[in-house]
């Protein structure tokens, strides 16, 4: 019997043009305020529909258990809330940096669940899916409606935004940032004041985050430091990474062939809309 083909998907990164910190709940969780923006620079998730209902993902990432991985979980949560009968086989290229702020396993997850809900037919709508999302993560919702928003409560409160499209340089210096050991710091702002947000304001917006990480972690410092003196520079989620606003790519490449040794990095252009939903578009129409 022939095997399905491989069909790709993009799964791309994000970036928070600022982050607020505004309250903290009784479960522990924060109550943010932020900007999404998504960015033409992706992960690629290649995925080949069985007739059994093994999910195997063919490309580990080291250091990651299986069971860990968003990947395998948003497939296995999709497959057993659908009581659906079909496989699937998972091939993961990664480029998005772990533990840099951009992402890339919420983008990971939420791909897995838009693309399988395409391809196993199981007919979940957005919010559906969105909801599945919330309890993999804060960040997956945003991937799964696909437009840049202003975010509410944990991040899953979404008004479509349209923040301005710069091009930007994304570094990150040679050191990785839990999430938890941002988000658990005693001494972590947390008392923002509320904005009314508009569009036109977002460059007077600032990352609470920032702060403690540059703080603890003399690494991103040192990186922001020096980037500022080329362009408006500033640490998207809880880093590690850091992005650079330009009018131009000449000018963010001019600037990404400055760069320290030892520093990764890239340039990508900011977009209101993820690329991954034309891909989920065109598995739904055939």
Known sequence: MNKQPFIVFKSPAKLNLFLHIVGRMDNGYHQLETVFQFLDYHDTIALRITADKAITLLTPIPGVNNDNNLIIKAARLLQNYSECQQGVEIKLEKLLPMGGGLGGGSSNAATVLLALNALWQTKLTIEQLAELGITLGADVPIFIHGFAAFAQGIGEQLTPATPKTYWYLVSKPDCSISTASVFTAKD??????????????????????????????????????????????????????????????????????LLPNGIESFVAEGLNQSPLHAAIAAVNDN
């Open 188 to 257: 972590l702002t947390r008392d923002t004041p509320t904005i009314r947000y508009s569009d036109d304001d977002i460059e007077n917006y600032h990352n609470d985050c920032q702060t403690w990480v540059i703080k603890n972690h003399p690494e991103v410092a040192k990186l922001l430091a020096w980037l500022i003196e080329y362009a408006p520079s500033q640490m998207t989620g809880t880093g590690a990474c850091i992005f650079s606003r330009f009018s131009s790519k000449q000018d963010a490449c001019y600037v990404q062939s």
